[in-house]
T-cell receptor, first 115, second 119 residues
Framework: AQSVTQLGSHVSVSEGALVLLRCNYS??????LFWYVQYPNQGLQLLLK??????LVKGINGFEAEFKKSETSFHLTKPSAHMSDAAEYFC?????????????FGQGTELSVKP | GAVVSQHPSWVICKSGTSVKIECRSL??????MFWYRQFPKQSLMLMAT?????????EQGVEKDKFLINHASLTLSTLTVTSAHPEDSSFYIC???????????????FGPGTRLTVL
């Protein structure tokens, strides 16, 4: 069965510093990969996804992630953190059959940004 | 485009009552909708997959008689929590997918969630 592991339930960075949120998946076949952001009491917003093609994926708000098959990883980065980036971030995967389907989410990483 | 709404956004009910949550795709037809549950400070767990015109497929451990799902049209799915109890208090989020395309990934779009509190 597929699984997703996010290392670190809480990450704290200073404003302007690099953001690195880690995600590893367990799957015999590379799945579709996603990063979502969730603000308090709100739904999920898609930051970026990897389905095929270039392994470095650029998303909204300056975020990007790189799919590394050899490491079964899909870490999320942003060069310079902004206060508005403080939120909960979820990595997720879905099978490639049925054009993707149910999403399996990681445990989430809460990002705090210090002024 | 691709907006999904949920109603109500929050609801408080007494133990033993039933609560219905609606999930609507506002500007597209959704052949498939998914229902997720999220406890405070935790991740989202898929409860069931709902296909228009057919019975929902429930994940292991989810009571189908407790969480009734109906997907009667291409723009509406409902989740009814029957005989709700305090342990059912949670954040319920739905997502919706377009009609299946010809190939490649078919994206899910998420609703804003419904906060259920059972007293």
């Amino acid at each position: 069965a597929q699984s997703v592991t996010q290392l670190g339930s809480h990450v704290s960075v200073s404003e302007g510093a690099l953001v690195l949120l880690r995600c590893n998946y367990s799957s015999s076949v590379p799945p579709y990969l996603f990063w979502y952001v969730q603000y308090p009491n709100q739904g999920l917003q898609l930051l970026l996804k990897y389905t095929t093609g270039a392994t470095l994926v650029k998303g909204i708000n300056g975020f990007e992630a790189e799919f590394k098959k050899s490491e079964t990883s899909f870490h999320l980065t942003k060069p310079s953190a902004h206060m508005s980036d403080a939120a909960e971030y979820f990595c997720a995967v879905s099978d490639r059959d049925n054009q993707g389907g149910k999403l399996i989410f990681g445990q989430g990483t809460e990002l705090s940004v210090k002024p | 485009g691709a907006v999904v709404s949920q109603h109500p956004s929050w609801v408080i009910c007494k133990s033993g009552t039933s609560v219905k949550i609606e999930c609507r795709s506002l500007d597209f037809q959704a052949t498939t909708m998914f229902w997720y549950r999220q406890f405070p400070k935790q991740s989202l767990m898929l409860m069931a997959t709902s296909n228009e015109g057919s019975k929902a497929t429930y994940e292991q451990g989810v009571e189908k008689d407790k969480f009734l799902i109906n997907h009667a049209s291409l723009t509406l799915s409902t989740l009814t929590v029957t005989s709700a109890h305090p342990e059912d208090s949670s954040f319920y989020i739905c997502s919706a997918r377009h009609r299946t395309g010809t190939s490649g990934y078919n994206e899910q779009f998420f609703g804003p969630g419904t906060r259920l509190t059972v007293l």
